[in-house]
């Protein structure tokens, strides 16, 4: 009997059709450029993501010149990486840290970040 391993669903970014935190990890590359309110695509990321899950956009940026210099401002939103990351920590993405790879002359980009988990561990405590 073949195992149920891969389900495709069509939806938006900014509304995706999942349950509240469905995955482990969530991973998207290439499409901020895309979103013209990122903040709503990125919580909503956080919102399918499980406590303590990962976050990872993988990006071409501002900073990468020759990216930006071929690629029409009409259709692609460049931000720098700093902006990216600042996006992440405001969709409530902790832990936030922003990798970087050169291949070349090309630059890539990756903000990466977590779900706090939303309950309180034994060892914590209260105050």
């Not at 406590?51 to 720098?80: C, K, S, W």
Request: glycine share 6%; proline share 5%; net charge neutral.
């Amino acid at each position: 009997m073949a195992e149920k391993r891969i389900d495709f669903r069509l939806g938006n970014s900014d509304r995706l059709p999942f349950d509240d935190q469905s995955f482990d990890k969530v991973f998207a590359v290439h499409t901020i450029y895309f979103w013209k309110t990122p903040l709503d695509h990125l919580a909503e990321a956080r919102r399918v993501l499980k406590p303590e899950g990962r976050f990872v956009l993988g990006f071409r940026p501002a900073e990468d010149a020759r990216f930006r210099a071929t690629h029409p401002n009409e259709v692609y939103h460049i931000r720098p990486e700093a902006e990216i990351a600042q996006l992440a920590g405001d969709a409530g993405f902790e832990a936030v840290e922003l990798r970087r790879h050169t291949r070349g002359d090309m630059r890539f980009s990756f903000v990466v970040g977590t779900r706090a988990n939303s309950m309180l561990r034994a060892t914590d405590s209260c105050v």
